[in-house]
């Protein structure tokens, strides 16, 4: 069956570094686009960055652009998110999730619901 299990979370001090990866098994791997979501208490849930597994192209939301760097190694079917300069309100609750091509043949961006497999989520806490 389709697993995508995350690990790499933690906690760090502002301006601090983190890698997280998706291991991805049970499914077309190169087919899907990779997604990166995060949740915090209260809050709804945030797509942050995409990445098609099949290519190179790459999505970020504005708030971690020069920040954030999504990248793969298709070899091992994990998809990775560095996140460098770390600011407190990055802290939430981050998923993983594989989301096919449209229709239309675009990506499904950041838009969670086109998005059809999803981690367990692995928490990231940044102090001030």
């Known amino acids: 069956q389709v697993q995508l299990v995350e690990s790499g979370g933690g906690s760090v001090q502002a301006g601090g570094s983190l890698r997280l990866s998706c291991a991805a098994s049970g499914y077309t791997y190169s087919r899907y686009y990779m997604g990166w979501f995060r949740q915090a208490p209260g809050k709804e849930r945030e797509g942050v960055a995409t990445i098609y597994a099949g290519g190179g192209w790459t999505y970020y939301v504005d708030s971690v652009k020069g920040r954030f760097t999504s990248s793969k190694d298709n070899a091992k079917n994990t998809p990775y998110l560095q996140k460098n300069s770390l600011k407190p309100e990055d802290t939430a609750m981050y998923y993983c999730?594989?989301?096919?091509?449209?229709?239309?043949?675009?990506?499904?961006?950041?838009?969670?619901?086109?998005?059809?497999?999803w981690g367990q989520g692995t928490q990231v806490t940044v102090s001030s």
């Open positions: 999730a594989a989301g096919p091509r449209m229709p239309g043949g675009g990506p499904p961006w950041l838009s969670y619901y086109e998005y059809n497999y």
